[in-house]
């Protein structure tokens, strides 16, 4: 958040903790405190820091008037997708302990507020803005930057670092799912290579789960969109970069729901194997006291080929008859649901993808054009700002001068 592009530190924090904050240095007031959809806001300060810091106005006052440029970067933001499975006191205590760790211990001020979903948007988008400070703070105020807090290794760390304690906090709340940082496209690769992996095991439970997954991630990621087109969305407006942001999320939808589809056809698939080998189906069995996380799953494939499962109904059935399910088993059924997959209107989905990234380019230079436009003008205007500051101080100190004169 710099000047440079015509932003305040001030203005960021009045308006993502819905409050009241009037800018020292500008005079301008930012009054956010009708806004709704705030449901915590704290701030997290060093041990050794002054006791102002707690107070919003008094920091990010305090952090304008540190920089003296007129294009200073005054604040930073990262911003999280909060598990919507957890609770509100959950979610806070994961945003509290991350923020300490990650930015508090490094000797920064971390001013957090989590948000509600947007009635218009999706319900389960709980998410938090991290507002961070970009110099140091010690007993006496804001010191030196830390250009360490630049680098994209640092960055990378903090995602990392995120999917770790949100995964810890889905654990401790009892919930399966987990999150992960890298990008759709290494997590796809990394799927494939186990589903590979597992058909040369013989695994093709394995490998149905993992070519399911690999499909599932067969999606661009949702774009990033500059604050300026943010509001444009919120209030509406389609212009380049908002209707790429929802053509992605409708791919991602269908990919979302061709996915669903298919994994209901593998869970069938899986049940009705199930019910060959043991005669009950996984509920069925953990119903009948055998644990669902203790099923061999991974092992099932080898019991269709003809292994006679050790404990369960099927333990004497005739050879004649496992024969007959061993030729009834769809040994090429990853090959059809692959096939299958493609005929969920994937051509009009790869149509769509090159559409879109023969309009990303020049999209993307008119996104530059136009913030750069944008950062001109605020440059210019902060100049002439300062020059009529300054002209009214010359005029006050010559109006002061010419009464002591009379």
């Known amino acids: 958040i710099s000047r ?51 107070d919003r106005s008094e920091l990010w006052n305090q952090v304008e008037a540190s920089e003296t440029r007129v294009n200073s970067r005054v604040a930073r933001e990262v911003r999280v997708a909060l598990p919507d499975e957890l609770g509100p006191d959950e979610r806070a205590e994961l945003v509290r302990d991350f923020a300490r760790e990650q930015f508090v211990e490094r000797g920064m001020i971390a ?19 991290i507002l961070l400070t970009t110099r140091r703070v010690g007993p006496d105020g804001f010191t030196t930057k830390d250009r360490d807090w630049d680098k994209v290794d640092t960055l990378e760390g903090w995602r990392e670092s995120w999917s770790r304690s949100a995964n810890r906090a889905l654990e401790r709340s009892g919930r399966e799912e987990r999150i992960d940082h890298r990008t759709l496209e290494a997590q796809k690769v990394e799927a494939w290579e186990r589903a590979s992996a597992a058909r040369e095991r013989g695994d093709e439970a394995e490998e149905l789960e993992e070519t399911v997954r690999a499909i599932s991630l067969d999606r661009p990621p949702l774009p990033q969109l500059s604050p300026g087109a943010w509001q444009m969305k919120e209030r509406g407006h389609e212009v380049g970069a908002v209707r790429t942001w929802y053509e992605a999320k409708s791919y991602a939808r269908e990919v979302g729901q061709a996915v669903r589809e298919l994994s209901g056809h593998v869970r069938d698939w899986l049940d009705r194997q199930a019910t060959r080998v043991w005669g009950r189906t996984e509920p069925d069995l953990a119903v009948a006291g055998r644990p669902t996380s203790e099923l061999d799953w991974s092992g099932l494939a080898a019991r269709l080929r003809g292994a006679v499962p050790e404990h369960g109904p099927q333990a004497e059935t005739q050879s004649s008859e496992r024969s007959q399910e061993r030729d009834e088993d769809p040994a090429g059924f990853v090959d059809r649901l692959r096939s299958a997959f493609d005929r969920l209107d994937r051509d009009d989905f790869a149509g769509k993808m090159r559409s879109h990234r023969e309009t990303r380019e020049a999209e993307a230079r008119a996104r530059d054009q136009e913030a750069e436009r944008v950062r001109t003008e605020e440059v210019k205007r902060e100049r002439e700002r300062e020059e009529l500051r300054q002209r009214e101080a010359r005029a006050r100190s010559r109006d002061r001068g010419g009464g002591l004169e009379r």
């Open 111 to 129: 001013d957090i507020a989590l948000h509600a979903p947007s009635e218009a948007g999706d319900e389960r988008n709980h998410h938090a803005h």
């Open 4 to 54: 440079g592009q015509g932003r305040s530190a001030t203005a960021s924090a009045a308006y993502r903790s819905a409050e009241r904050i009037v800018d020292v240095r500008t005079g301008l007031a930012f009054d956010y405190s009708r806004r709704g959809g705030v449901e915590h806001t704290e701030i997290l300060a060093p041990d050794d820091a002054p006791d102002w810091v707690h």
